[in-house]
């Protein structure tokens, strides 16, 4: 069943197909699980990527067809639940803002999953690999497909299953365990505040479904829809990383690093922003919520940024920087600029994808060695995966003309337009920050002397099957800024997007003068960051040492993450342990003490189980038949007595 | 294919099996042979039962009766609704899947008192299920005790017979209880030779129950059925129980028994008491959210597997009682899902923790570790049942605990209002995630333990048992509609005499 909205006289051909993207998916998931282990061995890797491939190239037609005008598209499979009023059908939305997302998540994936077929090609778990990570693009689909908020949810809650199997992928070591359980429990904590929100949704609106709440959005007190957005956005801060439920996403880089890449950076952490903009309506007219959004964004943003400058690990100063990153995207949403965040969740997952697996590379290069102390020089051994990282270093710099430039430079842009001028400043600070540690991670690792040499001796370029997808990927963060993003606030992706996130009345439009101060005063933030990190580290004018001296207490704090991790995991947890110990002794002393008690008082008790214990079923049976009769007589008549008074 | 007599028929597949098992009495493989034939005849005719049954009616079907005690009202009286008809299959499902798992070699000693037991069990709870009159079931309700008492009590563990004592003399209280409240409702039935129970004919008279009455006959049923389910204070019988349970036991006592509880409140306590339900209601929901978040606590905290999964039947089981006492058709909907979700999930997960036992003669999570590494099947499965056990959308948990909270939020009935109550009681499903995901990964994950090695992974009867679970836990996740559509009329008029006392059916 089909409801098009079309402009024109269009066959919507490739969304009839809509549920096939997320079923080749699935069924190599169940391909991979169900024979991967025993017979199909590595077979498992391409069966998982030509799925994903399949899905992109159907993902494009869906593109096209949206592109081609057909607006909106309901593609109903089936009732799932319905229970009087509530009714949820199994059925997929697309309108522009998904099929953005389906592009992104498939054309990205199949890019990430080619490379994983080279970097996972040694490990003894590769079929299971390949099985979590089909269901995990399945998971995924689900989420930007889906055409109601509990649809959703599944997606929402199926890829923070995939996320916690594929952290703990290398489930024999503490590490990964422990980080796979904080991302789950953190999740579920973010979850709480979703189920809220959908509930209280349903609610006020008596429907789950997008398009329905959005057209009744008019019929809601301002006090109903801010407790809606807020619990919704509470949902976002846990899947994206922000403030304070981010720290499980640092943690989260245990898992092999194509699953950083995918899960990690390009797609799930990016489902906040995308429910967000989604929900775009409820927020505007929320009001004071879309302030909350864009404070936690831009404070996100720097805290995350910080953080950043100061690790060794190469993964945790690129996680560090997606927290960051996904700050600006919810910066963007806040100040009332949805197009620019979906625009920065596309150039992002190109140019942060990349870092990751350049950074992928790197590892797969060095033996597995993740510390950028170790390293240096690698520029020489390694020059695709240097020249590729630094396009993408540039990018996430805001260098123009590189993907990030246009996408940062409208969200900080817009931050300034609608007035938020602290906002502003908090991003311009973000963006020196950014591109300090984006120059100082390049320099330490491909840069100066080989800190290592037997590190630096073994090193070697990656297969083709790891540096392709690594090039594709360096294409799309050089151009797709200026493809779909030029000119500013005039682009493909502005005029494609507008209808389907923009609400009537909160666009703020720029003088040409003022865009183009802004944007010099962005290149030159990132300008500043690059130079300061090129003299402290090629230069070493001033040392980094003595910088670090200097900075003393405030290192300190920064090396330690601001002891956030010490205060979740020790304190919250060890508090929480306390406290339900003594529910448990309170239980077994307490509660079952009494009930103890009453038995003991009934003298029902040692003796009578022993005598019990004669080891003829017939004398239980006979013990409890006559037992009960006896007693169920007693009461009888008493009970009789009591009635008949 | 249609059956006629199908509900008595379902009471007599099991005691026909008694016969051939007193005959071969101390030939253990002729026991099993004839306990999985007839446990398996019985699940076919239930589900045979369920094909019968016509989806969309609200009333009792497939009705039979005759007069058993006609002096005293008392009637055989059968029949199934949309509340009842599915929670049929789930026992004889569950029985079969206890027997075939026990012949596998988990029960040694006296193998046909073992069987016997199980079959005299499937007739108390089928029973249950199916009764529609009171001292009928009373008499089912207490037919499921003897046989779980022995079943605990013998072959059960160390402690197995204080745990045993305990577990008869909490039901026993709790039914005892109720019993006086049949008699009570006996004799408010009409003048002496009109009396009845049949609920039915009690349905059509509810109306001369006066508030006080109504009140007190109201807590005798609710303590008989908060004590089986249980609910929160009455539940420490369940660890203890759970704990000394052989695994076929735990699955059944986890699976049927503590449904008969929340079976007992749609069936007979808030249809004939529509005064009393609302009197006690505020209690419930209260105790249902403690039970929710306490039971969730308290497992987190457990050191023995099997009593991790026994509190958390605590939880899962206030979810139930939630969603029956917010009366609406979501969260009423809700709970039943759950009872059905509960059974097919918890009794998975006491099958896997006792097949790991049996194996590693461990039970202390401390003790244990790195079983991944060595059983890939069974990790996957134990795996899925954790999941679903925690509530993941796609799987059998989601959908009757996103239902109960549903009808929470929007209940009012309540002080503070189902605004407070259901985030509250949300609070249980991160809970869940803890308790369950930090287990799993203690006993399952970690490196390789060389004493591991020899020990094999699933085999073929294992398989065969986890399997039909697995497949009804995703089933009910992505497709629960059918299950609802059976359900919901049948619910909806629950809660129809529920909600409003002046709403008399006279059936016959």
Request: aromatic share 12%; with cysteine.
């Amino acid at each position: 069943m089909i409801e098009s909205v079309a402009s024109a006289q269009v066959v919507a051909g490739f969304i009839q197909l809509v549920w096939v993207i997320p079923g080749l998916p699935l069924a190599a998931f169940l391909i991979n699980g169900l024979f991967g282990r025993r017979w199909l061995g590595h077979l498992t890797g391409w069966i998982a990527t030509g799925a994903v491939g399949l899905s992109a190239l159907l993902a494009i037609g869906v593109f096209v067809d949206v592109l081609r005008g057909v607006e909106r598209s309901t593609v109903v499979l089936y009732r799932w639940i319905g229970v009087g009023e509530f009714k949820i059908d199994v059925a997929a939305f697309i309108d522009p803002l998904s099929s953005v997302m389906l592009l992104v998540v498939t054309v990205v994936g199949t890019l990430i999953f080619v490379f994983a077929n080279g970097y996972m090609a040694h490990d003894q778990g590769f079929p299971r690999f390949f099985t979590w990570f089909s269901l995990f693009v399945f998971a995924m689909l689900i989420l930007v497909m889906a055409d109601n908020y509990l649809l959703m949810f599944v997606g929402w809650e199926g890829v923070g299953l995939c996320s916690y199997l594929l952290i703990g992928y290398w489930f024999q070591n503490t590490a990964p365990q422990k980080a796979a359980n904080k991302a789950f429990w953190m999740n579920r904590i973010g979850d709480w505040g979703y189920t809220i929100g959908m509930i209280t949704i349903f609610l006020v609106f008596g429907s789950l479904q997008f398009t329905e709440v959005f057209e009744k959005v008019g019929i809601a007190t301002q006090a109903n829809l801010t407790l809606i957005c807020l619990a919704l956005f509470v949902g976002a801060t846990g899947k994206s990383a922000q403030l304070p439920l981010y720290s499980w996403l640092p943690d989260a880089m245990e898992g092999p690093t194509p699953v950083s890449a995918l899960i990690h950076a390009a797609t799930m952490v990016t489902a906040g922003v995308y429910l967000v903009a989604r929900s775009t309506p409820l927020f505007v007219a929320a009001g004071p919520a879309l302030q909350v959004v864009a404070v936690i964004g831009a404070l996100t943003a720097i805290f995350a940024a910080t953080i950043a400058l100061v690790q060794f690990d190469i993964k945790r100063v690129m996680a560090y920087s997606t927290v960051s990153q996904l700050g600006y995207m919810f910066l963007a949403l806040g100040v009332g600029a949805p197009v620019a965040a979906i625009f920065h969740l596309a150039t992002h997952a190109f140019f942060k994808a990349l870092l990751f697996l350049g950074s992928g590379s790197v590892i797969h290069a060095t033996g597995n060695e993740q510390d950028m102390r170790k390293m240096g020089g690698l520029r020489r051994k390694m020059p695709v995966t240097y020249w590729t990282m630094l396009i993408a270093g540039g990018a996430l710099a805001a260098l123009p003309p590189l993907a990030g430039f246009w996408s940062k430079d409208e969200i900080v842009g817009a931050a300034f337009v609608s007035g938020q001028t602290v906002l502003w400043a908090v991003g311009i600070i973000t963006a020196v920050l950014t591109a300090f540690y984006v120059t100082r991670a390049m320099w330490l690792t491909f840069h100066g002397e080989p800190r290592d040499h037997h590190l630096y001796d073994h090193a070697h370029e990656s297969p083709t099957v790891m540096t392709l997808p690594l090039i594709l990927l360096a294409v799309g963060s050089a151009t797709l800024g200026i493809l779909i993003g030029f000119p500013p606030d005039q682009g493909f992706i502005h005029s494609f997007l507008r209808p389907a996130v923009e609400v009537e009345g909160v666009e703020h439009t720029a003088e040409i003068g003022t865009i183009l101060a802004l944007a010099a005063v962005s290149v030159a933030a990132g300008l500043l960051g690059i130079a300061v990190g090129f003299l402290m580290y090629a230069r070493h004018r001033p040392d980094p040492a003595a910088v670090t001296r200097a900075a003393g207490p405030l290192y300190t704090l920064l090396v330690n993450k601001y002891f956030v991790d010490e205060l979740y995991d020790n304190r919250i947890l060890g508090l929480g342990r306390a406290f339900f110990g003594v529910l448990w002794a309170f239980d077994v002393h307490v509660i079952d003490g009494i009930a103890n008690g009453i038995g003991r008082l009934a003298s029902i008790g040692g003796g009578g189980a022993r005598r019990l214990q004669t080891g003829v079923v017939g004398n239980y049976a006979l013990t409890v038949v006559v037992g009960l009769f006896v007693v169920l007589v007693a009461y009888g008549g008493y009970a009789a007595g009591i009635f008949k008074r | 294919m249609t059956i006629g007599h199908v509900l008595t028929l379902l009471l007599v597949v099991p005691a026909v099996g008694l016969i051939p098992l007193a005959l071969f009495r101390g030939d253990a493989r002729a026991a099993k042979q004839v306990a999985i034939v007839t446990t398996f005849v019985e699940l076919l005719l239930s589900l045979v039962m369920l094909a019968q049954f016509k989806v969309g009616e609200a009333d009792f079907q497939l009705v039979e009766q005759a007069d058993w005690l006609p002096s005293l009202g008392i009637r055989y009286f059968v029949g199934v609704d949309g509340i009842s008809v599915l929670l049929v299959p789930m026992t004889t499902l569950l029985t079969f899947l206890s027997v075939l798992y026990s012949s596998g070699g988990a029960i040694k000693d006296r193998v046909t008192a073992f069987m016997a037991s199980f079959l005299i069990l499937e007739i108390g709870m089928v029973g249950v299920f199916i009764s529609l009159d009171l001292f009928l079931f009373y008499v089912m309700f207490e037919l499921m005790l003897v046989p779980m008492y022995l079943i605990i009590g013998i072959w059960g563990g160390t402690r197995r017979i204080y745990s045993t004592l305990k577990f008869v003399i909490f039901t026993l209280a709790g039914s005892l209880v109720m019993l006086v409240g049949i008699v009570a409702i006996w004799l408010a039935s009409g003048p002496e030779g009109s009396r009845t129970l049949s609920l039915p004919d009690l349905l059509a008279i509810r109306n001369r129950f006066s508030a006080e009455f109504q009140f007190w006959v109201f807590l005798a049923f609710g303590l008989a059925f908060a004590i089986k389910l249980p609910m929160f204070p009455f539940h420490t019988w369940l660890p203890d129980a759970h704990v000394e349970a052989p695994t076929a036991g735990s699955i059944i006592l986890a699976g049927v028994l503590l449904k008969a509880g929340g079976y007992g409140f749609l069936r007979f306590a808030l249809p004939l008491f529509p005064t009393g339900t609302q009197l006690w209601l505020p209690l419930i929901i209260v105790l249902s959210v403690i039970a929710i978040l306490y039971g969730a606590a308290v497992s987190t905290v457990q050191k023995d597997l099997k009593k991790l999964v026994a509190y958390s039947s605590v939880a899962h089981m206030g979810f139930v009682t939630l969603g029956i006492f917010v009366l609406n058709a979501q969260g009423g909907v809700g709970a039943v899902l759950q009872m059905l979700n509960h059974a097919f999930v918890t009794g998975a997960l006491f099958l896997f923790v006792g097949i790991q036992y049996e194996r590693t003669h461990r039970r202390v999570i401390a003790d244990l570790g790195g079983l991944a590494n060595h059983w890939p099947l069974y990790t996957t499965f134990f795996g899925v049942f954790v999941l679903a056990s925690l509530g993941l959308p796609g799987l059998s948990g989601f959908v009757g605990e996103f239902l109960v909270l549903l009808g929470t939020f929007q209940f009012g009935g309540v002080p503070l209002g189902g605004l407070f109550w259901g985030p509250l009681a949300a609070i249980g499903v991160i809970l869940a995630a803890i308790y369950l995901l930090w287990m799993f990964s203690r006993v399952m994950y970690g490196p390789a333990r060389d004493h591991y090695k020899v020990l094999p992974d699933l085999s073929p009867i294992e398989v065969a048992c986890a399997v039909p679970l697995l497949v009804l836990t995703v089933l009910l996740g992505v497709f629960p509609q059918p299950a609802i559509a059976i359900i919901e009329p049948s619910l909806d008029r629950v809660l129809r005499l529920a909600t409003d006392p002046t709403f008399l059916v006279a059936l016959r």
